[in-house]
């Protein structure tokens, strides 16, 4: 099974002149752990997790005074990505080994969608019982 077979392809995703704000907002409307800063291009250029606002929240002691600061500049830059045609025993063996999320999935130069960990875990174990029946 592929990527392309399990990835989310209709996801929010932010700019790099979203706002903290703007990505906490996204994050609790679509319920998704982490966002995806893309370029005009729709090419990832950083991931921005929960944890990594909140890690500056603990530093800075005050969500409000980051609202409108960008949430790019919080994230991890040139993120990982894996292309939509990857197993996804593959992808999940990269997710594990480098603490990964959320993944960007490349289709055709662009981003395609994302995936996350529990995504694959369910795809192998369905794909694990299809193959039993």
């Given amino acids: 099974m592929t990527l392309r077979e399990v990835l989310h392809a209709h996801i929010p995703t932010l700019t790099r002149e979203s706002t903290v704000r703007d990505a906490v907002d996204k994050m609790d409307i679509y319920q998704f752990p982490a966002l995806v800063v893309v370029d005009e291009d729709m090419w990832p250029v950083a991931v921005v997790t929960e944890g990594d606002l909140c890690r500056v929240v603990a ?75």
């Fill in 59 to 133: 530093k800075r002691d005050s969500l409000t005074s980051m609202a409108q600061e960008p949430a790019y500049i919080y994230g991890s830059q040139d993120p990982t990505t894996m292309v939509a045609d990857s197993e996804i025993g593959e992808a999940f063996h990269k997710m594990l080994s480098s603490g990964l999320t959320i993944l960007p999935i490349i289709d055709d130069g662009r981003m395609a969608g994302i995936v996350l960990r529990v995504d694959l875990m369910q795809a192998m174990l369905l794909d694990i019982h299809s193959t039993e029946a």
